[in-house]
C-alpha cells in the first residue's frame, strides 16, 4: 500500500492544481475556474499576454511563448537595419487566449498570437501557430484540425472504459485483465 500511496502523491504534485495557477495568476496570467495545469508547464515571458478560460487542462511539458525571438536575428542584419533604423528597439509580442473546456496535450506548444476555441483538444507535441476554431480536436506539426469532438466521440465510442468511479487498484485491476 505504500508504494501506490507514494505513487499517487508523486501524481498528484505533478499535476497541481493550485500551486501553478496561483503562481501565473500572481505573474497576471488570467485563468479561469477548474483549470488543472501540470507542474511543468512554462510560459516563456510575458504571463500576462496569456487568457484561460474555465475547465482548462494543461498536462506535462506545455509551452506558451508570447513573443517572437527571430527579430535577434534581424537586428543584426545590415540589411534590416537599412529597413528600419530602430529594429535594435524592436519585439514582435503576441496573446494567447484559450477558450473553456479544453485540454492541451503533453509536450505541446502554443505560439504568439494563437487563439484556441472552446471545447477543443490539442494533440501531444503539436506546435499551434494559427487560431483553431471551437469543437475540434487539432493535431501535427504544424497543428491541423483533424475532426469534431462530435467525430471523435462516434469513432472511439466502441474503446470507452468507464473507470472514472473505481478506485485506483479496481482500475488497475480491470485494465490488466482487460489488457
Do not use: W
Not at 506545455?62 to 525571438?69: P, R
Not at 543584426?76 to 509580442?93: G, H, M, N, V, Y
Not at 484556441?116 to 469543437?135: E, F, K, M
Amino acid at each position: 500500500m505504500g508504494r501506490i500511496r507514494r505513487f499517487i502523491e508523486k501524481m498528484q504534485r505533478n499535476f497541481c492544481r493550485g500551486g501553478v495557477i496561483t503562481f501565473y495568476r500572481k505573474k497576471g496570467t488570467s485563468i479561469g475556474q477548474g483549470c488543472e495545469i501540470n507542474k511543468n508547464f512554462n510560459i516563456i515571458a510575458e504571463p500576462y499576454l496569456v487568457k484561460l478560460g474555465d475547465n482548462v487542462r494543461i498536462t506535462s511539458g506545455v509551452k506558451f511563448i508570447t513573443h517572437d525571438g527571430g527579430l535577434i536575428v534581424a537586428r543584426r542584419s545590415e540589411e534590416c537595419r537599412k529597413l528600419c533604423k530602430d529594429i535594435k528597439e524592436a519585439d514582435i509580442f503576441g496573446k494567447i487566449i484559450v477558450g473553456n473546456n479544453v485540454h492541451i496535450g503533453v509536450d505541446a506548444i502554443v505560439l504568439p498570437g494563437v487563439t484556441i476555441g472552446d471545447n477543443v483538444v490539442i494533440g501531444a507535441g503539436a506546435v499551434v501557430t494559427r487560431d483553431i476554431p471551437s469543437n475540434c480536436i487539432a493535431v501535427g506539426v504544424p497543428a491541423r484540425v483533424i475532426k469534431s469532438i462530435t467525430q471523435y466521440v462516434e469513432d472511439n465510442i466502441d474503446s470507452f472504459v468507464y473507470t472514472k468511479s473505481m478506485s485506483y487498484e479496481e482500475k488497475r485491476k480491470y485494465l490488466e485483465e482487460k489488457s
